[in-house]
């Protein structure tokens, strides 16, 4: 009880979404048969009726347990989620959600069991029409569901498509209803309304079985929709007024299909064909500046492999649109445990090694790209997170192999080596390797605010030595 | 009399606007009207005649009156208002919409009530399209619409929507008056135009109401335009080629619909899909790097609240479209009483706070984010604009709570604590903060331009001491 | 005579353009009028074919004179064009173009008029098809033609049009020509294909006329290519493929023309899209800030104002991708005028003139607001381009008004002032005012390079005072 | 056998990219033939059977061939191909991609030889549904190939045409499969499904060729499949459902035709509008500046002649992309040897060189632009790539002629002239010239790693006055 008395939904949490996806299936429910019971007259008769009332009552109570539930969703203030009932109760009760709410679980079934017995057919499921007022419950969950999904292309076609079913099923009951009931039977029926369910001699023919009911009305919903366009020519007034608006309604959701489809196509290659445009511009570049055979291979296949190990974004655009500490918290989640292996940090203080982190540069290297030669001037420090190097003598020969966790360049970095800042051997990369780089001028920078740190790091580069 | 005289429009006044307003809807009421009346002659008949005489008559008011009121309508020269009538007057009758205006005002309503007695039954509403003229009013009110509404995405659909109508309206009075006058009623009457409007026996039958004749004229305009097609075969010549020109014009309305809707729908989801598609590369650059679930969920957490807080878009480039001055305002308004809130700029001339203000950075800290810890580097101070955040000990007690309008680190920017420019607390963000920083190089930066605020800054600090 | 020898067309220039625009109508000729008299054999009869002679023939010598004339087409080689008429003939010679123009005149006239003696009706017309290889120069015009028209987005439309009312054409004259040759009159004639010319009775029907038959042959191509499809069930296997065929190709064309069509509609909007977005997230901020209503209106004002002068880019953004050379001519062309009116930088020199010309920030004020205010620290001078602004004592009262050529603020910028860098009076934009403004780290940077300025500008500075 | 032992596919190969266009072939005659096999019964009859059991058995050994070619396909570890076989297989045998390949190299052919003596006619080419499961192959190939060609939007026209065939066959063969089959012949014969195959005295009529029944059956597939539906009313409940389906499936096909095609189309433009928004947007800036016509066509010819060479993007934008090192690699290819031409620098070492080949930039000139004027201050030396150029003396004499591999400025870069930095002639562009420029600052932050290249330019530079 004391549970209850003090319960409150955080809105991020993953059972607000729960009791989201169950209420939505109230409402879809409602959503779907309604429209159906409202224009066929048999599904509120026999089994089906009972069938009905049990899901009708189900539901009702999903609705009433959401009102409760609804004054106790937790919301932000100043950042922080209030969880005080009586703020939550007065916030609920101010919005305009509460009215709808309360317009949505009003006793429809009981006014309908009252109705059933007073009225003409059709009323008693039209009246229930209020509980479509839960629909802001869907659409949140849509939402909610976007933001969850891996997949949120997918989820949007389906979206659509369901989208784009719900309203040719609306559109085909409401054909049948028409049909039936408002225009009611006349001797000259017209060859536009659903066609006569007896034949000549009274007798119930094809077009009587609900399922065919159905399925011609859900048919003629699709043509219209659709503009596809086949059905019988319209004959009286109202007919054609009908089909005129239906039109034009078919043709804005035709219009919306294909814009939507259109969109997702572009989004899906967007990725593809951003990388696409690179590599034809570079191709033509190449061609335009005579490159040869020998390069332009080597770059079509680091492109090759780029695309295949599916990181074809740069790292620092992705990461730029997090503030500074999650940036920074990142770095040192993926970096730090690199960095620490190198042994010539491994005396620094931790704030310093999170500084040098957050300037460590991701580089790919080809197979038998040269990572530095013999006698460049070194400007950085390489860290080896994935692959295997060769340091190699100027006559080719392999001197040693490096490999994950492995670094090099650290003595030009810091100016202590007999050679100056010159590179003392060729590395050469075997195959693709991923290294991680550290520029000298950021070494600097940050040995300007821990200047303590050139000593100790002064100290380990001349033991290494 | 003084005031009319010397009146003058500013074209970006509301009054302008309403003016605008008005005007547009006489000129869509001869739209609309117009070509009803020539292709419906019942429409020139008893009643009706009355109706369309009245408002003929108050359309060709307003007309007249805009007429004079367009030559008051001020203009921009030299970035100034124009408001001499004379300068005005001759910029107006300079102008092509000075003709187009005079054609439009031409009093038709006599040559009309001249010609009812005279000519065939059909010229009479013909000659007023010289109405359809000021066409230019509508486009005018429709973009000063768009600039001024709050959903200019909506505007848009209503507008589309609205010349489809509209097209689609002005083609079926066009069926109508080429099925029944040009082509005057012979023996052998083609299926292909609208029906007879009488039986066997002479009687009318149900084509002959006005209400069917437009709506049969409107569901075939509507038919040929979105490229149904479920019409009768054309079996004249003219038929045919009308027909084909028809369909060309179709294809071309319905492309432009698909492609404006399709336009539409882009817009729509631009900024949801740009916020999905960072989030989404973040989710696979986190997926490549194995970052831990909890870092993982922080920052989908932190993406949920930039979003449910719809500031999807960083403040900097929103503002840096604005010119220096209006940014500099923007940020005065939005900042300045932040700033004066902290202690030690209360005695800072209004210049330096100014320049101040235009450097402060927004942040954004969810739940638990360490905003600086002890021992870090200090670079630069905070503002607590909203939330709550938590000073604590090393042992993760509580020292202290800041809320909004409280600062911190300002003793770092300064270098005057004893801890050198280190950190000498761990700040936690409690629920979701926005934090102003303020760094330390644009502070020195601005001591440049103000060296007398150094002393008055280093002297507010000691006394916090 | 000399002058033909040695007479080269610059593939840039008006002469060139014209002479493809005449080759164009040629082709265009052939392409519409061929297909035509293949299918309509009486366009083979009578006055027609003495007029198609003519043309043919006149066609025919402008396919000649184009062929020598490709002889002496210019090229640009090392950036020069080439003149020497061996090197064109050679380079002509070795292309493409130089065969398939020597097939495209080659005399099928002669061999027309002596086949029309001896074979079938239609072979004439159709061996004059290796006309049609001349298209590529019809692309060559309609290339250029885009390049310089001014309305190149109309162009396009334009030309989309053209192409599918060209498709359509050719459509319709294959239908006819199927229709009536290759399936040669049998007794159950299909009703697929051209209804029967003669009735029951052997008289010439409807059907007979030149008119109707290329009306209904165009009509029936309408309907299959902008997928209406409303014509005759095929019948015989050979319509069932052509039809399948048709309704492929018509689906590729309507979704061509309606992907061109959105994206000429995207295109058309774009300017106005970014400018409304930027708009619109500026609005979005500033109620997130709750920005006071009077600063509100002012920013959306100014918007106004920038749209309304259709000044909504940039200056940098467009000329950024000039090479530096001509981005200098440019802003000496629209600026060294303007900045020649300041007595201070009369006496100097024209290079360094030149390069504080590039440095001129062009800003935008709106009425009211304060260009700068007396205290503030003065760190640009301003020329005013346009506008009016007065200078006021803190009293507000005006001082001094300033209008077109005026400038300002230059005493702070040279430091010679005795208050320092510090402005001495406010200045206010009573209007819109067009600024142009000249920063003091750019005047520094341009004396680095003219040290000897350094001394004439203190002296224009000194006298002023 | 050694080889075979030892082989193991390089999946960036030439020779796998063969293998897999095999492997394919077979895949695609599986999808194409197997169901219109299953539908028209006359396929696996007569001489057509032989046929297909050749093909077939082909296919199938090349199935089982890929199967054991599967386990011999390499893969990248640490950035290395994998070749241990062991290795290779273990991994194959862990994908998913295993249990699929086992279940397509089923012996269904041997099934198949012997239910066709036992069972219902269909159930043996369905039987060999289980090939389809090659699937994954055709799509690996389709991504493969788009990456090699040349013209990736062509290739990606033709898949997406290719698709839509697909479907089209594929639901023809399904519409004859069900009209034949499984609505077994009956006396009320619906008109929707394919029409009776004898005539009314029971000899085979026009629909019973085989070539017939596909012509129709493709011709109603292509009707649903583009939204035209001309077909038949639907009679039976199935049929009303099935319809349906279709219809929506349709929709969906044609709305992503439209999209692809929209897409590519905005693709195929994107190059050429980028461009032609850079020209309308100066056009317009020109306009509104005022600028002389004679700049204007200037700016405007330097445009059409930087579109006509192709190079219509910026060298550093196409190569910002690659790693620093492939940057490099480029720079050097390009223009070292443009570089070493250069006296000044023909005794400098090769990495000081590569240094300066990096910040080398491109240039173009029209002709008559003026590269520097006497008395200008000289910031960079210029380098003749490609065209001629004039030194002129101030009267316009003509002095010297520059042409490809020339170079210029070299003096004011290194301070030694007697004019300071002063430029000493002017140099004027003849034609168009492509001229690569090196800037000062550059030269002298490289000197910075290179200290003892100073001497030897010093030097240089003396010898050559």
Redesign the interface.
Known sequence: INFFCHFVFDP?SDIYYYWLSIISLAVLYNFIIIPARVAFNELEQGDFFTTWMVIDILADVLYVLDFFASFRIGF?E????VTDTAQLSKKYMKSMAFYIDIFSILPTQIIYAFALSHTTKFVPPLIRLSKFFKFHRLVAWNDRT??RT?V?TLWRVVTL?TI??MVMHWNACLYYFVSTTVISPKENRSSFIYPPEIDDEGNPN?FA?T??KY??S??WS??TM??????E??E??WE??Y??II??I???I??????????????L??NR?VF???L???????G??N??KD?QN??I??F??L??Q??T?E?E???K??????QA??AI??HLATLKQVELFQNCES?FLI?LVLKLKH?????G???CRK???G?EMFIVK???LQVTADDGRALATL??GSYFGEISLLNVGKNG?RRTANVR??????LFCLRKEDLLHALN??PEMREVLKEAARQKL
């Open positions: 991020f932000l100043r950042g922080l989620l976007e933001c891996s949120p498509f784009m079913l094809k079985s399922a065919m399925a011609v859900l048919y699709t043509q659709t503009t596809i366009g086949e059905m020519q319209p009286e007034l054609y007024v089909m005129t039109f034009l078919g043709v804005m035709f219009a919306s299909v294909v814009g939507s489809i259109g969109n997702i196509i572009t989004n290659r967007a064909s696409q445009d690179r034809d511009h570079l191709k033509e570049y190449m335009y500046r490159v040869g390069l080597r770059i296949r680091w090759d492999y695309w295949a599916n990181h974004f790292e655009d992705v990461l649109y997090l503030p500074d500490k999650l918290e990142m989640h993926v704030g500084a580089q790919v290297y080809s197979p790209d040269y990572v006698g460049d001037i400007r994935q692959g295997m490999s994950d800042n990369s075997v195959g693709y390797s991923d605010d821990y």
